[in-house]
């Protein structure tokens, strides 16, 4: 097992049983690649931090936000704990240096990979709670998401719809919506670009942008909008 000690350093928490630090921070494939000893990955206390970084993250919001409504509490609550966000904090926890990977999933980019480096983050609230009980883990989440919550504050909300369109076929189809870019013209100084967004063989929508993401937003907008009327 690593050594976790500069990892605790980083994110300011001393174990009591370092155990559950460590299998946090182990992959599946870490486990099929080495047998031995009964060792546990981190799938089961991913799903523990996955609940509670939801409750964490909506019981503040309810507290924060008394003027918005269920649907805007909703939008705002996609839109704070989607993977690529999850994945930036456990970029700067520098967790991917930590995780244990079957050489496969080592040789593929594992410790860069959005999947793995949000599950690790998520496995992470799990351990923590478990080490150091709720109020610690709410702390280190709100922590963690201030400087989200405080842009909020300021600036108010806006309708993040790649992030409403994902959860919307996840839980309406089961599957994940693929973006790709139909068109791209103009000089590189001045590009524009057309992005369709499917799911499966079914077009749900286009969009158009001077910058890839703002085409895929664009998109994702005409697509949520369709499917949210259905």
Not at 23 to 33: K, T
Not at 52 to 71: A, D, H, M, Q, R
Not at 82 to 101: F, M, P, S
Not at 159 to 182: D, G, I
Request: glycine share 8%.
């Amino acid at each position: 097992m690593s050594d976790c000690q500069a990892l605790q350093w980083i994110i300011g928490i001393n174990f009591k049983d370092v155990s559950l630090l460590q299998q946090a921070l182990i992959h599946s494939s870490y486990i099929n690649e080495n047998p031995g000893p009964p060792v546990e990955d981190n799938e089961r206390l991913e799903f523990l931090g996955d609940a509670l970084l939801s409750f964490i993250v909506t019981e503040e919001l309810y507290s924060e936000f008394p003027s918005f409504g269920e649907g805007e509490l909703t939008e705002v609550r996609v839109s704070l704990i989607r993977q690529e966000t999850l994945a930036e904090i456990a970029v700067e926890l520098k967790l991917g240096d930590y995780l244990l990977l079957g050489k496969g999933e080592e040789v593929t980019g594992g410790r860069r990979k959005q999947t793995n480096l949000a599950d690790a983050l998520e496995s992470l609230i799990g351990a923590i709670y478990l080490d150091q009980g709720l109020d610690i883990a709410r702390n280190f989440v709100l922590g963690k998401f201030a400087s989200q919550l405080e842009d909020i504050r300021v600036k108010g909300i806006g309708r993040n719809y790649k992030a409403l369109l994902q959860e919307l076929t996840q839980s309406k189809y089961k599957r994940l919506p693929v973006y790709s870019v139909a068109e791209a013209s103009g000089p590189d100084h001045d590009k524009s670009f057309v992005v369709e967004v499917t799911l499966g063989d079914r077009l749900l929508g286009a969009g158009s942008g001077k910058t890839k993401r703002a085409a895929e937003m664009e998109a994702a907008r005409s697509a949520w909008q369709k499917l949210a009327a259905e």
